[in-house]
């Protein structure tokens, strides 16, 4: 019975989150479109999905941050993930992102891509190998002028969603 009920609990949430995406967020990144950016010298990178894609990308984090191209350095990561990151990656300002929340709340959902949006972001990239829903829509909503991914698929997209992303990235990179 438990079972059942967190599974139910969990297609709620799900379906809550696709159809905030589909009703609210897609028809606002069509009208954004073709938005003036700002100017700015920063990078974003962005993993929500699991801690090995961060652990995985540490030399990348950390080429990235040697080689002096950018003014600033940000890693979005899952919270419970958060102290471990700055640790680990000194030289990022690491950005938390409450999952659940994010889901749920969508003014919450709202005050962290404008939390994104004023970063005045250059380059942002996905360093999850397996793109997921929330990844590509911090990158998309990003504003900036790179939007970079590890390739132009996901295992855990929707079709329609990973054709819709797609339009948006700059650059996919082979693995």
Same mark, same amino acid.
């Given at each position: 019975? #438990? !079972?059942?009920? @967190?599974?139910?609990?969990? *297609? +709620?949430?799900?379906?809550? &989150?696709?159809?905030?995406?589909? %009703?609210?967020?897609?028809?606002?990144?069509?009208?954004?479109?073709? #938005? !003036?950016?700002? @100017?700015?010298?920063?990078? *974003? +990178?962005?993993?929500?999905? &699991?801690?090995?894609?961060?652990? %995985?990308?540490?030399?990348?984090?950390?080429?990235?941050?040697?080689?002096?191209?950018?003014?600033?350095?940000?890693?979005?990561?899952?919270?419970?993930?958060?102290?471990?990151?700055?640790?680990?990656?000194?030289?990022?300002?690491?950005?938390?992102?409450?999952?659940?929340?994010?889901?749920?709340?969508?003014?919450?959902?709202?005050?962290?891509?404008?939390?994104l949006q004023e970063l005045r972001l250059k380059t942002a990239v996905n360093i999850s190998i397996e793109r997921g829903v929330i990844n590509d829509e911090l990158i998309t909503f990003s504003d900036a002028r790179e939007r970079i991914a590890p390739h132009?698929?996901?295992?855990?997209?929707?079709?329609?969603?990973?054709?819709?992303?797609?339009?948006?990235?700059?650059?996919?990179?082979?693995?």
């Amino acid at each position: 019975m #438990r !079972q059942a009920i @967190e599974k139910v609990r969990l *297609l +709620c949430t799900n379906l809550i &989150f696709i159809l905030t995406s589909v %009703l609210v967020m897609r028809p606002l990144l069509v009208l954004r479109r073709n #938005r !003036q950016r700002p @100017e700015g010298n920063a990078v *974003l +990178c962005v993993s929500t999905m &699991f801690l090995g894609d961060v652990i %995985l990308a540490s030399d990348f984090l950390t080429l990235l941050c040697a080689a002096k191209k950018y003014s600033s350095h940000y890693l979005v990561v899952r919270n419970e993930y958060g102290p471990l990151c700055a640790t680990l990656f000194p030289s990022w300002e690491i950005i938390t992102i409450e999952m659940w929340r994010y889901k749920l709340n969508p003014f919450y959902r709202l005050w962290f891509l404008r939390k994104l949006q004023e970063l005045r972001l250059k380059t942002a990239v996905n360093i999850s190998i397996e793109r997921g829903v929330i990844n590509d829509e911090l990158i998309t909503f990003s504003d900036a002028r790179e939007r970079i991914a590890p390739h132009d698929f996901g295992e855990f997209l929707y079709p329609a969603f990973e054709l819709f992303n797609n339009m948006y990235y700059t650059h996919f990179l082979d693995s």
